[in-house]
């Protein structure tokens, strides 16, 4: 199957082209080429060590690339092109160029990553006022309105210490959701989750794609990525091995690797 199927008519929100990351003498990703529409929900699924949370941490720059390019919304992540007499040239940008750059990339990892001295509120607002120059009134009236949002409305004055798993998994994204990204990464986020609390982190990233956030989901969730995803992709050794709508990929997949790996998981 074709690495890229992506309606070509339409304006892809993300379009990465020959991405090739590798680690020492180990590659790890493989020349891939992914669109994402814009509102479209990929779920990337695959065993462990296939390369699916190197190529989020791309995406967000993360993680240097040797070669390819990615852009969000038209643009270039991590470089700009210069003229030079050499001809079209990449140059790496700054640090603090690519810190702007992520601000339009929410990304949600395995462990919550909050900041345990400060409060649920200020863990929300403290990239809102110093990243994207909010007002505190501003970015704290947000802060309510996404605690609202993902369930934890009474929940703003808490330390992290005092959250359950998916209580803080919920402020991760509503930290995220607050610099209003135009694009969501989550890099298995509920697997650092007792059972019992995986379904409230799930319900929240479903209402996120009913209401048209572009997400890329790193997942072993097959009932969240057969009914919420719009496109399955399945990735082993750094390559794109099938990809296509769930249903389609868990009833009908197309290659013998993508079969047995649904026999062992499903």
Aim: aromatic share 6%; hydrophobic share 45%; with cysteine.
């Amino acid at each position: 199957m074709a690495n890229d199927i992506a309606d070509p008519a339409a304006s892809p929100l993300v379009r990465i082209r020959k991405l090739t990351k590798r680690f020492d003498t180990l590659s790890v990703l493989n020349g891939l080429d992914l669109n994402v529409l814009r509102g479209e929900v990929v779920a990337l699924i695959g065993p462990s060590g296939s390369g699916k949370s190197t190529f989020l941490r791309c995406i967000n720059r993360l993680e240097i690339y040797q070669r390819g390019r990615i852009e969000v919304d038209g643009v270039l992540i991590g470089y700009r092109e210069c003229e030079t007499s050499r001809g079209l040239e990449l140059r790496e940008l700054s640090e603090a160029e690519i810190n702007r750059q992520r601000a339009d990339i929410g990304m949600v990892f395995q462990n919550f990553n909050l900041f345990p001295h400060l409060t649920v509120m200020e863990n929300i607002v403290e990239a809102p006022i110093h990243v994207r120059r909010r007002s505190r009134a501003e970015a704290e009236e947000t802060a309510r309105s996404l605690l609202a949002r993902v369930g934890l409305a009474g929940r703003a004055s808490a330390y992290p210490r005092e959250l359950s798993g998916g209580q803080q998994q919920r402020v991760a994204i509503a930290r995220a959701l607050a610099m209003q990204p135009k694009l969501m990464l989550f890099d298995e986020p509920t697997s650092a989750l007792d059972p019992e609390l995986v379904g409230e982190v799930l319900s929240v990233m479903t209402d996120l794609a009913a209401g048209g956030m572009t997400m890329i989901v790193v997942t072993h969730e097959w009932g969240f990525a057969r009914e919420v995803a719009d496109r399955v992709v399945f990735l082993e050794g750094g390559n794109i091995i099938e990809q296509g709508p769930p249903e389609q990929l868990f009833t009908q997949p197309e290659t013998a690797r993508m079969r047995a790996f649904l026999d062992k998981v499903l």
